[in-house]
């Protein structure tokens, strides 16, 4: 074993690889398929777990708006507060993002795809002593499915026709098939809580492996170990304190001297003097995330496609991916999905930075004058620097970009999905209909582009049903094609989620499911004795 497989294997010790990852890098590095495989099994195998000690994460992302409640949990830290102290029926694995039993213990479909009975697990209880029901589970997905909630999860819930109790298991009965339905009960929103949440939503009071002690928006918010957790293989540490860090420069010191064991969202910039410090590790994953300059469709300037499409071809996407991600990333092409996904478009011309074109187009649409964009250091890892990126490659076009830097608390209550042009992000879900029915259904609650296209929503539900792969790959082609060249998404750049975190701290788990272990990194680590 040369010194380059020693480090692979320590990686899957310190559970910072998973299988996949594992297996390619040492098959490149010369090992045979059996050899990497031994490998792998005796890299796990020296993993122990270690119980105790206080986890502190310096997190960007909170702002003084963030609400405990989980139908409005919008920020980072509110993500990872949620899968600290709450569980969806479902959840995805960490390496494929297929659905893998929680709350639920298993599901099955009716043969049209339309009604789905799942098992509730029993012997359940909440943080307050009380039994988790299928009443519980019912109440909890009526609330986020209802006509009038503010729940981010709405989008995805709509084709819900009804939710019951039916000798003690859950009944769910669409208005149209959909094979991906125990995928939309991963959404991090939908934490079942007593009686659905509709007594006290914020009461933080879930069947996680913590319970909230203390919460302070903006600031922090603290966790103590659930001592009736239901599950074993999670909760190693006693303590949690999620810090809200928006400021780089702070996270990265903090880190460094030891203040906290966790920080998300680190500057490609700031790996190299990072990774310098002797105490520290990068913890990166490749997955479905995006960072995005969003427009409104439905608002002037910008309900106008061809300076929509000027905008497109305005930007520099490879030069965004080297000097913004530092390499930690690849190349978007205007649509929200990307190889990570089942089905993934092929074939698809990708858009490259084209100043004749983009000049055509910002003729076209007859358009003077300067486009305002708002943007912000907690919209993304160098959004502000990506934003005079874009200003910088628009201008040899012809168009004016106006950059305003918004302050980074209250910019995604006052901001994003406010504003008609703005920085913003996206983490990925478990399937593409989950993620186009969130973000581009006409009807969806964080629709954040206004994008509304009857022939797109009809391919969407149409897709949900189809269990003829190769038609449904078809479908998601239309559907791609159809935002990229209508909608109101400029997506230079897939990123890679890079964070870091002590050498002590073991077990982390890169999830492509989303950011920071798909929100579960503080009840999956623990630190090295």
Known sequence: MNDFTKYLAGRVTAGGMNRREFMGRSMAAGLTL?????????????????????????????????SIDPAKATSQVMFVAVRTWGDTLVETHPETRAPIPSLAESWEPSPDAKTWTFKIRKGVTFHDGKEMTVDDVVATLKRHSDEKTESGAAGVMKSIKSIENKSGDLVVTLDSPNADLPAIFTDYHLVIQPNGGVDNPTAGVGTG???????????????????????????YVETIELITM?????????????QVQFINRVDPKTVSLLTRAPTVQLLTTAGGGHYVFIMHCDKAPFDNND???????????????????????????DFPINDTYA????????????????????????????????????????????????QQSAKKAGIDIEIKREPGDGYWSNVWNVQPFSASYWGSRATQDQFYS??????????????????????????????????RRDMYRQMAMLVRDEGGTILPMFNDFVNAGSKKLMGYVSDIGNDMSNGYVASRVWFSA
């Not at 358009?367 to 990506?386: I, N, Y």
């Open 34 to 66: 059996s050899a990497a495989g031994t490998l792998f099994a005796n890299s796990v195998s020296a993993q122990a777990p270690q119980k105790g000690g206080s986890l502190k994460l310096g997190l960007e992302g909170g702002a003084t708006t963030d």
């Open 209 to 235: 492996p913590y319970k909230v002690k203390s919460f302070e928006p903006g600031v922090r918010m603290t966790f103590e170990k659930n001592e009736n957790d239901w599950r074993t293989d999670r909760g």
């Open 246 to 258: 928006n400021d780089a420069t702070a996270r990265v010191a903090a880190l460094a001297s030891g």
């Open 307 to 333: 300076l929509r499409m000027a905008l497109k071809y305005a930007i520099n996407r490879e030069e965004m991916v080297q000097r913004i991600l530092g390499g930690y990333g690849k190349v978007g092409n």
């Open 343 to 390: 089905l993934f478009p092929e074939g698809i011309e990708q858009r490259a930075y084209d100043p004749d074109k983009a000049a055509f187009h910002y003729k076209k649409s007859g358009h003077s004058g300067s486009v305002l964009l708002r943007t912000s250091e907690v919209a993304f890892p160098g959004a502000v620097d990506a934003s005079v990126l874009f």
């Open 438 to 471: 969130g973000a581009y259904l006409s009807t969806a609650d964080w629709n954040d582009t206004r994008f509304k296209n009857e022939t797109f929503d009809k391919l969407l539900i149409s897709a949900r049903g189809e269990l003829d792969e190769a038609k």
